[in-house]
């Protein structure tokens, strides 16, 4: 099983110089990019520095000017160990790696990157952070792999999973010209891959899961490890099925 909490993408320097930067900004949000192999600090300027972070636009020309931009590492100094909404959003339209610095009490606790580079990461044994590793990493994780297709994210909202998470997949539908709607009337002539939505523990689907066969399903349940479980303990549950398009030969 590998965590999301190692180096990932960045070098132990860049992380090191990312802590320091954090642990003196503390009781604020640190920002910094990560351009050309370094961490280059930069200035927070958004209105609530203690709750969210916006990088000084001169301190970006400058580091931009200093080579390659490779990613953006900022600190959570409340311990929130997961990507906000907003943090996700701002990666995928840079589309490259972010990294979060966690501290707890003003002291380092843990590391966090996410980004389409976890997407190769084994399907299985994958440790719960929403928006980094949950349910519908998982369902990009398994196209990738499977398909060597790469699916836009969405950004997750703080309660996502308890929010009508199909809705949410509907209003970007037109991003998602490859996968189809299958009636659920077809739910007994399911395919291995085949995409199952389903409601759990709520009145609208929240849970995205793949059929893999034998009556199994691999899901990523909150909090939890990603791992297979027998499908007809929740057939009941499934509420939307969807299915790769093969393209046409």
Sequence with gaps: MRPPY??????????????????????EESCGLVVSGRYVRCRNVAEEPELDFEIDPEDMRAALAQGSFEGVIHSH?????????????????????W?????????FAKLLHWGDHLLDEPLLGRQWVAGAFDCFALFRSHIKQTHGVVMPD????????????????????????????IPLTEMSQIREGDALIMALMSSTPN????????????????????????????TAKVTHILRFKEKEK
């Design 154 to 181: 969405i950004p997750r909202t703080d309660d996502w999973a308890s929010l009508d998470t199909y809705a949410t997949y509907a209003n970007n539908r037109a991003r998602y010209p490859m996968l189809e709607d």
């Design 99 to 107: 990294g979060i610095v966690i501290l707890a009490g003003g002291q």
């Design 77 to 97: 100094p409340n311990g929130e160990a997961a990507p906000s909404e907003s943090d996700m959003r701002g990666q995928i339209d840079t589309d490259v790696p």
């Design 207 to 234: 849970h995205f899961a793949i059929y893999v066969g034998n009556n199994l399903i691999l899901h990523h349940p909150a909090d939890g490890l990603s791992s297979r479980r027998p499908l007809n303990t929740l």
């Design 6 to 27: 190692d180096k990932g993408p960045f070098s132990l320097s860049i992380w090191e110089d990312a802590i320091a930067h954090a642990q003196e900004a503390f009781p």
